[in-house]
């Protein structure tokens, strides 16, 4: 019995030293030595050991937001080379291109959302998550404050600070209500599940109080008024949303009602869709129009009271006002108001929304990085680096260029600056070296400085905005993770294009968005698509395109199993009209 708790003792002793401390004291024991000796040099400790043992600290990430741009970035990261903490309001990320079906319970709000915590859990390495609203950037001093999202008479502190070695700006944008009187007090808004959740209470509640008794017919046709401001995807989609609840579901509920309901789309400009391809345009209005939706374009709404909406024509300055039941405002976005302090902070108040580079670096600011709808890319025009870009490629130094010289610098001229493609592509040019050629298209063999500034002239005014979309925000964040993924690899084999300005290359290459195309479902299980290489579809094929789409574009197999058995349910049993 004592030599069995010997040999414990001893072993558990053993496993406590590091391996190289095993090796002696075994080695010691074979060979008569002292087994103190190996003790004696523990506690003396050796300088390699421990610097083998101190591991260098984390780069810090701080992200802001779980909306597309921030949620994508988190999906694709390697959390083992960081240490990440998340913050945001909400504690979930939202599918928002189906937020006008929840509208109208033909999905159901928990079908789109996926909590932030089991996306979190799935990735490498630890995500600290915290649930609460960034109120500040400091970036001078690297370091975000933060405030609870919770009622202040909890435990704890409401307010924290976080510092960062790295920041990603996710926050995205909030309703542009362009300051019209009383948008905010009487508008409805879709921006967020919350508010698609409260328009589907306040459609039911109109039906409610129309037919209660005592109403005078106007009284009913007023409550039953729908009007969307904006005649965007998002309005268009929600209008088309509501006429098929009604005509599917509700005047079954309410057969009394039917002639009195009426659906308004108010739009300043002269289409609705107006950024897709006319022919979807003209379609949508068409369809409209058969379907009893009143589409009213050139009108820019001056106020909207809990009764009245007031308009103004563009055309000839006359003012008219309409009564509603329910109005839904969705005209754009504008800079949430922490992006605005932050922007004043770091000099760009005078913009409108924040500005980053090509890599999404905030401007003047390696560590900040902005993604999603609460930045946009300030594209460098080439016109800037025209006299860079020439000494680089005149290599001979003859103060003329030739095509073989051009044609060395060309990839990295399309990569560093996309207008030149998106030139080439609206002038219908076969090759970028068709820009060296003189007014009248003769090939010309070399060109000097201002023969190559001429050629370029025209390029930057292809500069383009990226939209504020789903598509948008998904791409900049997975391109992002890339880029933390690969940080140390690309210092030491940099793989942008080169440096015309200065040597050596960029350590990425800039973002690049491809576009797959944009939807507008416009009721009646018909939609139109505007796919790359100018095709345009629509019709019920295309609704089963959309289908299959927004179902594989679900963040999780739950919510795409989900949603999909919503869809079904739709079809067999209806919409559901309770108000809860």
């Known amino acids: 019995m004592r030599v069995f708790s010997f040999f414990t003792r001893a072993s558990r002793a053993f496993h406590g030293y590091p391996f190289g401390s095993k090796l002696l004291i075994l080695s010691t024991l074979s060979s008569g030595g002292l087994v103190a000796y190996s003790e004696s040099q523990s506690e003396l400790g050796t300088p390699s050991g421990n610097v083998n043992e101190i591991e260098p600290r984390k780069k810090r990430v701080v992200v802001l937001g779980t909306g597309w741009a921030g949620t994508s970035f988190l999906k694709d990261l390697d959390a083992s080379l960081y240490e990440v903490q998340v913050v945001s309001p909400r504690n979930y990320f939202a599918f928002t291109p189906l937020l006008p079906s929840v509208t109208c ?77 009383g948008v905010k007090e009487n508008c409805h808004f879709l921006k967020e599940v919350e508010d698609a959740l409260k328009i589907r209470r306040s459609v039911i509640d109109c039906f409610e109080k129309a037919v209660l008794p005592g109403l005078t017919e106007e009284e009913r046709r007023a409550n039953l008024h729908f009007v969307i401001v904006g005649g965007g995807p998002t309005g268009v989609e929600f209008a088309a949303e509501l006429h098929d609840f009604v005509e599917e579901d509700i005047v079954k509920l309410y057969p009394g009602v039917k002639d009195l309901l009426k659906i308004t789309v108010i739009q300043s400009g002269d289409h609705i869709l107006n950024m897709f391809d006319e022919r979807i345009s003209s379609f949508a209005e068409q369809k409209f129009t058969r379907d009893g939706i009143d589409v009213q374009t050139g009108l820019r709404v001056t106020s909207v009271s809990e009764k009245d909406i007031t308009m103004k024509a563009k055309s000839n300055g006359q003012v008219h006002t309409i009564p509603h039941g329910l109005v839904v405002w969705s005209t754009g976005v504008g800079t949430r108001p922490v992006v605005r302090d932050f922007m004043e902070q770091i000099g760009q108040a005078d913009r409108r929304i924040l500005a980053t580079d090509e890599w999404l670096r905030v401007k003047g600011y390696e560590n ?52 030149v493609e998106h030139y080439l592509n609206s002038k219908h040019l076969a090759d970028v070296t068709d820009l060296l050629k ?118 999780s197999w739950r919510t795409r199993v989900l949603v999909v058995s919503d869809w079904t349910r739709r079809f067999i049993f209806g919409r559901d009209s309770s108000r809860i």
């Open 105 to 181: 319970g033909t999905v159901e709000a928990r079908s789109i959302v996926e909590p932030v915590r089991n996306i979190i859990k799935k990735r490498k390495g630890e995500i600290k998550f915290f649930e609460a609203e960034c109120v500040k950037i400091d970036a001078s001093n690297k370091k975000v404050t933060c405030r609870s999202n919770f009622d202040s008479n909890s435990l704890g502190n409401e307010e924290f600070s976080l510092e960062y070695d790295y920041l990603v700006i996710a926050l995205g944008a909030q309703v542009n209500t362009f300051n019209t009187p």
């Open 368 to 419: 900040v990085y902005a993604i999603g709808d609460c930045a946009t890319i300030d594209q460098r025009k080439i016109r800037e680096d025209i006299s860079a870009i020439f000494e680089a490629a005149d290599k001979d130094k003859s103060g003329f260029l030739t095509v073989a010289e051009f044609q060395d610098v060309i990839d990295d001229i399309i990569i560093r600056y996309p207008q």
């Open 438 to 555: 003189d007014p009248e298209g003769n090939e010309r063999k070399e060109v000097d400085i201002e023969g190559f500034k001429l050629a370029l002239s025209q390029v930057d005014s292809q500069r383009k905005s990226l939209p504020a979309t789903a598509q948008v925000a998904a791409q900049q964040g997975s391109y992002l993770s890339r880029c933390f993924n690969r940080r140390e690899h690309c210092k030491k084999y940099p793989e942008g294009p080169r440096r015309f300005r200065g040597s050596g290359r960029h350590q990425f290459r800039p973002f690049q968005y491809k576009h797959f195309g944009q939807f507008a479902p416009l009721g009646g299980e018909q939609a139109a698509a505007e796919l790359p290489g100018d095709w345009v579809s629509m019709g019920h094929s295309t609704q089963w395109l959309w289908y299959s789409v927004y179902a594989s574009k679900q963040v």
